[in-house]
């Protein structure tokens, strides 16, 4: 645990050192790459391992905006700046990194589908939480907008590659 706060705090420190665009692409990359492994590594050991129930047989219209809309907005506000912010409130030397494990767990659960979801959402979260927190230097409201970008287009291309092209990713 310790080894992998370090690794991180690495990590978050050269992330601080970018400007906002270097900080922005670099994040998008980063999470397109995580997003494609988990999809391949989840999907190898379950065929349907990120199907939600729920969505299927709505219209991609509704799929669409529940995905790429409704659920970045709400999820960054919930997960990134609420329960973060909050943990933030707490003063202790390792605020930063419980608020991100803290906001990545809970955002994990909330995506209970099936197991594998959980874990894929957790690291998700993880990654999220973390861009959250690097995002924050400049400005509160310039993080919350970042991240919600960065998950709509995430959002964006797993609608596009699983409802529309209908492949599995």
């Not at 400007?19 to 999470?31: D, E, N, P, Q």
């Not at 379950?46 to 939600?52: L, T």
Request: net charge positive.
């Amino acid at each position: 645990m310790v080894f992998s706060i370090e690794i991180l705090n690495r990590i978050y420190r050269f992330h601080k050192t970018l400007s906002k665009a270097k900080l922005f692409i670099t994040a998008f990359g980063v999470l397109y790459f995580i997003t494609t492994l988990i999809s391949v590594i989840g999907n190898f050991i379950q065929e349907d391992a990120y199907q939600i129930e729920a969505l299927e047989g709505k219209s991609l219209i509704l799929v669409f905006f529940l995905l790429v809309v409704v659920a970045p907005v709400v999820e960054t506000f919930i997960f990134q700046y609420g329960i973060i912010e909050l943990c933030l409130l707490v003063r202790s030397k390792y605020n930063k990194q419980i608020a991100l494990f803290v906001s990545a767990l809970l955002f994990g659960l909330s995506h209970s589908y099936n197991i594998i979801y959980i874990v894929f959402a957790t690291i998700m979260g993880v990654s999220l939480a973390f861009y959250y927190l690097c995002f924050r230097k400049y400005e509160t409201k310039y993080a919350i907008l970042a991240v919600m970008i960065l998950h709509a287009l995430l959002n964006g291309i797993t609608f596009f590659f699983n409802y529309v092209l209908e492949i599995e990713i």
